[in-house]
T-cell receptor, first 116, second 113 residues
Framework: DSGVTQTPKHLITATGQRVTLRCSPR?????VYWYQQSLDQGLQFLIQ???????AKGNILERFSAQQFPDLHSELNLSSLELGDSALYFC???????????????FGEGSRLTVL | GNSVTQMEGPVTLSEEAFLTINCTYT??????LFWYVQYPGEGLQLLLKATKADDKGSNKGFEATYRKETTSFHLEKGSVQVSDSAVYFCALSELGQGGKLIFGQGTELSVKP
């Protein structure tokens, strides 16, 4: 158990809909990262937050947005969903801003999104 | 930009066989390198890491050496077990990039008894 909690574990929805994925980082971790894992694109970095502020942005679509709340949990909002958005969405957390430099990212089990 | 390339899978081995999973990277600076493992139905876990050239990371019988001259970080294990069946990801992180990891495509390993 990594200590990172993601909900929901599975989500099935229709094209055009909007969903929200939630992540609770490990206790004490200030950085939250979102990744998308799909068969054709592999594991793609979407966005990073540190203590409530956006710190890095990757290949995140404009239809997607995220935020980190004062209690440090984070939400990833996906709107106007398309079939191609079907993927496993991972949240990871680290103690500090440089978590990746030490490799100490702790991943949740992911939220599997299926868009029909 | 920075990128990581791994050998394609799936890789199927018999128990006690020798494992090599190739990983090469492209980076503008001097990245830290990692191997993560994803067991079925779970999130990724850090397996080992190396933060500078010629460093060797090791854990659970797995090893990888940071080779700057060949920009490689190949994963090896002398004798695999059925329990090693998983997907293995090579990754890099670079100073000034906010701590995010860039992952390779992943290599699925299946070990048969």
């Amino acid at each position: 158990d990594s200590g990172v909690t993601q909900t929901p574990k599975h989500l099935i929805t229709a094209t055009g809909q909007r969903v929200t994925l939630r992540c609770s980082p490990r206790s004490g971790d200030l950085s939250v990262y979102w990744y998308q894992q799909s068969l054709d694109q592999g594991l793609q970095f979407l966005i990073q937050y540190y203590n409530g502020e956006e710190r890095a942005k990757g290949n995140i679509l404009e239809r997607f947005s995220a935020q980190q709340f004062p209690d440090l949990h984070s939400e990833l909002n996906l709107s106007s969903l398309e079939l191609g958005d079907s993927a496993l969405y991972f949240c990871a957390s680290s103690v500090d801003l440089a978590g990746g430099l030490t490799g100490e990212l702790f991943f949740g089990e992911g939220s599997r999104l299926t868009v029909l | 930009g920075n990128s990581v390339t791994q050998m394609e899978g799936p890789v199927t081995l018999s128990e006690e066989a020798f494992l090599t999973i190739n990983c090469t990277y492209t980076a503008t600076g001097y990245p830290s390198l990692f191997w993560y493992v994803q067991y079925p139905g779970e999130g990724l876990q850090l397996l080992l890491k190396a933060t500078k050239a010629d460093d060797k990371g090791s854990n659970k019988g797995f090893e990888a050496t940071y080779r700057k001259e060949t920009t490689s970080f190949h994963l090896e294990k002398g004798s695999v077990q059925v329990s090693d069946s998983a997907v293995y990801f090579c990754a890099l992180s670079e100073l000034g990039q906010g701590g995010k990891l860039i992952f390779g495509q992943g290599t699925e390993l299946s070990v048969k008894p």
